[in-house]
């Protein structure tokens, strides 16, 4: 299949518009799930380990199905970087999905992340897979290997901080919040949402293309004002929440 280089150029422009209006938009109202859903505002309701695996199951299957049928085979380095993408949401598919103790999600909330997953999948592997050249020496470059370095930091950090949020309550406990302690908390509210930031700054080194970098760009547009929220919700909430922690950013913001 050959590049579709207009396609890709114009669909990474407008993950990058896209994620500068979320940015603003999202500063006027909160997502619709978790602590900031309105009981009874929608009608339809999904489990929230079904909605998570519905909602990124998309991101792992499209490009692992592109890869599967793409002949010839890839090389080496498209091959690691679309795994390095497909980890991501493998562990956010089979393994998050099935630990999480959350409230029920709109299910119009689920379909658009499905949509957008789907969206996102496509662009990222049909960039590597057909637009995207890497010679032998890519292996070595330093781009890349800093690139993994970043995407494996922000990947661990946000494991480990969904790991200390889970903790926070009892098996089957759905409301009800505390203080999160532990990791990267301990500088900043967001630490998860931080941690995927970082992953994906990272990977967009690694593959030193547009795509990634809008992907980059519009994760922490879309989930930068998130942590500002929970940020302000702690602080309103609990009367001894740690004044030196910052929202999403360790000492800055």
Same mark, same amino acid.
């Given at each position: 299949?050959?590049?579709?280089?207009?396609?890709?150029?114009?669909?990474?422009?407008?993950?990058?518009?896209?994620?500068?209006?979320?940015?603003?938009?999202?500063?006027?109202?909160?997502?619709?799930?978790?602590?900031?859903?309105?009981?009874?505002?929608?009608?339809?309701?999904?489990?929230?380990?079904?909605?998570? $695996?519905?909602?990124?199951?998309?991101?792992?299957?499209?490009?692992?199905?592109?890869?599967?049928?793409?002949?010839?085979?890839?090389?080496?380095?498209?091959?690691?970087?679309?795994?390095?993408?497909?980890?991501?949401?493998?562990?956010?598919?089979?393994?998050?999905?099935?630990?999480?103790?959350?409230?029920?999600?709109?299910?119009?909330?689920?379909?658009?992340?499905?949509?957008?997953?789907?969206?996102?999948?496509?662009?990222?592997?049909?960039?590597?897979?057909?637009?995207?050249?890497?010679?032998?020496?890519?292996?070595?470059?330093?781009?890349?290997?800093?690139?993994?370095?970043? $995407?494996?930091?922000?990947?661990?950090?946000?494991?480990?901080?969904?790991?200390?949020?889970?903790?926070?309550?009892?098996?089957?406990?759905?409301?009800?919040?505390?203080?999160?302690?532990?990791?990267? $908390?301990?500088?900043?509210?967001?630490?998860?949402?931080?941690?995927?930031?970082?992953?994906?700054?990272?990977?967009?080194?690694?593959?030193?293309?547009?795509?990634?970098?809008?992907?980059?760009?519009?994760?922490?547009?879309?989930?930068?004002?998130?942590?500002?929220?929970?940020?302000?919700?702690?602080?309103?909430?609990?009367?001894?929440?740690?004044?030196?922690?910052?929202?999403?950013?360790?000492?800055? $913001?």
């Amino acid at each position: 299949m050959e590049c579709l280089e207009d396609a890709v150029f114009w669909c990474s422009w407008a993950f990058i518009l896209c994620g500068v209006a979320y940015f603003f938009s999202d500063r006027r109202t909160t997502g619709t799930y978790g602590r900031y859903s309105e009981a009874g505002k929608d009608r339809w309701m999904v489990p929230a380990r079904l909605g998570w $695996f519905l909602q990124e199951l998309p991101a792992f299957l499209v490009p692992s199905l592109l890869t599967l049928t793409t002949n010839p085979r890839p090389g080496w380095g498209k091959v690691l970087l679309l795994c390095t993408y497909c980890l991501h949401y493998f562990q956010r598919t089979f393994v998050y999905s099935l630990l999480i103790h959350s409230k029920p999600m709109p299910a119009r909330t689920v379909r658009s992340a499905m949509i957008f997953c789907s969206l996102c999948g496509a662009l990222q592997g049909h960039n590597l897979l057909h637009c995207t050249q890497y010679d032998d020496t890519w292996l070595s470059d330093v781009r890349l290997v800093t690139g993994l370095l970043i $995407f494996f930091l922000g990947m661990a950090i946000n494991i480990h901080s969904d790991c200390i949020l889970r903790r926070l309550r009892k098996a089957g406990e759905t409301s009800g919040y505390k203080i999160p302690r532990g990791g990267v $908390f301990e500088y900043v509210s967001g630490a998860n949402y931080f941690g995927e930031i970082v992953e994906w700054y990272g990977f967009a080194m690694a593959t030193w293309s547009l795509p990634a970098f809008s992907f980059a760009f519009f994760t922490m547009c879309s989930i930068g004002p998130r942590a500002w929220y929970h940020h302000r919700f702690y602080i309103e909430k609990f009367s001894d929440y740690p004044k030196t922690r910052k929202a999403l950013i360790p000492f800055i $913001f």
